[in-house]
């Protein structure tokens, strides 16, 4: 019995967090979102799995990174035109005390609402980080889908033009150009599965469907006045606003 507690009394000491708490690795089609504070760089991932969210900071430079709930406030769409969702908390294990602390090493959080209106993770929801300046990032369920950087985006050949900007409720909008005069627009109301229309916003006719290879990058197939085209385009001005 004697050595039975010898035993106990050593895993504890070897392992402060109970083995059946570790939390999970952010999937490898998850990308992050590059947080900066006060010269800490971190990796932040967000995903859900199993009707739970969670984030993962990775440290880029620096020895620590400060990983605070009140720099997560989680937001959904409702079905009258409002929002659900607000601030959150984050756990290393269900039950236990929330986290508000430097981290010296990559670890793995679990968000859970701390006020407002709980949202469906089972639908897509938005992140909304604080850091230096208020980074927004979209979250789909299972974390499958690639999210594309607003900006523009472009082919060289043949020369192609897309304004990217994404919205509340995984929606977006896209403006497609030749030449700088001629504009199509496209709005998807969920980019989960990449950013599909078989019509534009005026009702022309015109189509569009790109694929994201990742948040850069992408193949996009556009009908446009001067004809279809089909091309790969990759983000050349970033939209940092």
């Given amino acids: 019995m004697y050595k039975l507690f010898l035993l106990i009394a050593a895993t504890a000491l070897l392992f402060p967090y109970p083995l059946w708490a570790q939390l999970p690795d952010a999937p490898a089609n998850v990308t992050p979102v ?15 799995q199993d009707g739970k969210m969670y984030v993962r900071y990775e440290i880029v430079t620096g020895d620590d990174y400060f990983a605070c709930p009140s720099s997560f406030n989680v937001i959904q769409s409702d079905t009258t035109g409002g929002f659900d969702g ?27 609402p701390s006020a407002g ?11 909304y980080f604080n850091a230096e ?13 690639i999210i594309p950087t607003n900006g523009i985006w472009q082919s060289s050949d043949p ?11 995984a929606s977006a909008i896209a403006v ?9 627009a496209f709005l998807d109301s969920n980019i989960a599965d990449g950013f599909s229309q078989a019509n534009d916003v005026g009702n022309q006719g015109f189509g569009i469907n790109i694929n994201f290879q990742d948040s850069t990058h992408g193949t996009v197939t556009v009908d446009l006045p001067s004809g279809a085209v089909t091309a790969d385009i990759a983000l050349t001005f970033p939209d940092l606003r």
Avoid: M
């Fill in 34 to 48: 590059r947080i900066e504070r006060f010269g800490d760089v971190a990796d932040l991932f967000v995903w859900t």
């Fill in 159 to 169: 020369p192609l033009s897309i304004y990217i900007q994404k919205y509340q409720a």
């Fill in 117 to 127: 209106d709980e949202v469906d993770l089972s639908q897509p929801v938005e992140v």
């Fill in 133 to 145: 300046k208020v980074v927004l990032i979209h979250v789909f369920p299972g974390g499958a889908s």
């Fill in 86 to 112: 607000g601030s959150n908390r984050i756990y290393r294990e269900e039950g236990g005390e929330s986290v508000c602390e430097s981290i010296t090493a990559d670890e793995t959080f679990l968000v859970i």
């Fill in 176 to 184: 497609a150009t030749q030449d700088g005069v001629n504009l199509v």
